[in-house]
């Protein structure tokens, strides 16, 4: 960590030390003054790694494939929402906040990683909830966004959430200092947002700089609300990497389009410009960028096919853990068309962007789900003798009197070797091959 970094977790910090501009980070080297225009708060530290898929290459006797793994980025949750929070927090405390209110569906990772660094910097997280499928993912993440603090809404469909979403600013506004929360839409996506993967994609041309992978001909990355693509795009073009941006679209909770990311990405520039930073003139057009759309199956986390199975070929090939929402459908895109021999140019980058650091709090019991607020109870418990897929009781069953609380018995009830597995992960164990996955 440089000289006058912030640490990446524990402590409250005070606004003011935000404002020490962090040594190591690529936007700052490249507009240094940023680092008094657009504070950054560090949760976490780069660059995160970059690593050849070479068994997966072998495997589909494709391109060259590589990783970028974001889901060690972060100190607390890994994965793409900790480096749009640097700047969103930062900008929150700046604002003189202490309420973030945002939206996302019943099992987001967002919501969840807003109220974990939220809560660790005096912030109070509330959280608009839509419906997605219920399955066992999602009813741990409901039992941890509780865990972590957040205050939780659930709105069911995008426009109820819209419709309530005043009435929620107004009810939880600081009448005393007259400031209402700060609104982040979903996925934190605004152009604040998306500057965290401008500097995303300046810390991957540095790498290609330093030697440590070939410039990418093409990088997929999912693409939920759009911040993490736009950003990357953007940053793209500002490195003068010649890298096509594949975005896999994984939701149709909003419509959205290549019109859509190039939209959010010229705003981006637009904040950068406002804050000091000499960007080049011009704007990105749509048809710079393709939105790839045929992996989205029935729509938002509903599982397909080909997800499951890139799933289950990046485990067995490279050990790395992929989930069905985002990664999978968008591993599925690019495994999709190496097979369909439309990729014969490499080399091939994927952008991880979930969570591979420990899972906080553990698994729920059912125990626990039953302790939740009732709107969430009964939507956690809801068709839970079924499971994921109708694959057998999912949940565990609160630990006998007397027997320790955490470890062994607060493990999944395992109904199969992939539940087995999936189990390992969830309670830590992220990355299972060989490979240097892990962060230390
Ligand atoms: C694991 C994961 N990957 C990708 C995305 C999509 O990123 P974005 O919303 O910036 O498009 C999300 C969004 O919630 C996510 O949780």
């Known amino acids: 960590m440089g000289l006058g970094e912030a640490p990446p977790s524990g402590r409250k910090r005070s606004v003011s030390a935000i404002e020490v501009a962090p040594a190591r980070y690529a936007l700052y080297a490249r507009y240094p003054e940023l680092r008094t225009t657009l504070p950054r708060l560090a949760l976490g530290t780069g660059p995160s790694p970059v690593v050849p898929l070479t068994r997966l290459s072998e495997k589909l006797g494709g391109p060259q494939l590589w990783v970028k793994n974001d889901g060690l980025y972060g100190s607390v949750y890994g994965g793409n929402k900790a480096r749009k929070l640097e700047l969103i ?43 997605q499928p219920v399955t066992d993912r999602v009813r741990r993440q409901v039992w941890r966004l509780h865990k972590a603090g957040a205050v939780l809404y659930r709105a069911r469909t995008v426009p109820r959430a819209a419709a309530l979403a005043p009435l929620v600013m107004v009810r939880h506004a600081d009448w005393r200092r007259a400031r209402l929360p700060y609104f982040l839409p979903a996925g934190g996506s605004s152009p604040l947002g998306a500057v965290g993967f401008v500097n995303a994609a300046l810390e991957l041309a540095d790498q290609v700089a330093a030697g440590e992978l070939p410039e990418p001909a093409h990088i997929f990355v999912a693409l939920g609300s759009a911040g993490t693509a736009a ?114 140019e490499g080399p091939v980058l994927y952008w991880h962007t979930y969570n591979a650091l420990p899972l906080p709090f553990g698994t729920p019991t059912e125990e626990d789900l039953r302790r939740l607020p009732r709107a969430f109870r009964d939507l956690a418990l809801r068709n839970m003798e079924m499971g994921d897929v109708g694959a057998g009781l999912a949940l565990p069953r609160a630990p006998a009197r007397g027997a320790p609380t955490s470890g062994g018995n607060l493990r999944v009830a395992a109904t199969g070797g992939r539940r087995n597995r999936r189990t390992a992960r969830e309670q830590g164990a992220a990355w299972t091959g060989g490979a240097p996955w892990r962060g230390t």
Do not use: C, F
């Not at 890298?243 to 981006?268: C, F, H, I, Q, Y």
């Not at 090939?317 to 690019?334: D, F, H, I, Q, R």
């Open 89 to 131: 927090i930062a900008d929150a405390l700046r604002r003189g906040r202490r309420t973030i209110i945002t939206v996302g569906a019943t099992g987001t990772n967002h919501g969840l990683a807003t109220a974990l660094y939220g809560r660790e910097h005096g912030l109070r997280t509330v959280l608009l909830l839509v419906e």
């Open 231 to 344: 950003g990357l795009l953007l940053g793209l073009r500002l490195a003068g990497l010649r890298s096509r941006l594949e975005p896999v679209l994984v939701s149709d909770l909003t419509p959205l389009s290549s019109k859509k990311v190039a939209g959010l990405a010229n705003r981006t520039a637009r904040l950068l410009r406002q804050r000091g930073a000499p960007l080049p003139r011009g704007e990105i057009a749509p048809e710079e960028v393709t939105v790839l759309s045929d992996w989205l199956g029935d729509g938002y986390g509903h599982s397909t096919l080909a997800g499951s199975r890139a799933e289950d070929l990046l485990r067995e090939t490279e050990g790395l853990e992929l989930e069905g929402v985002y990664t999978a459908k968008t591993m599925s895109a690019l495994v999709g068309l190496v097979e369909a021999g439309e990729l014969r």
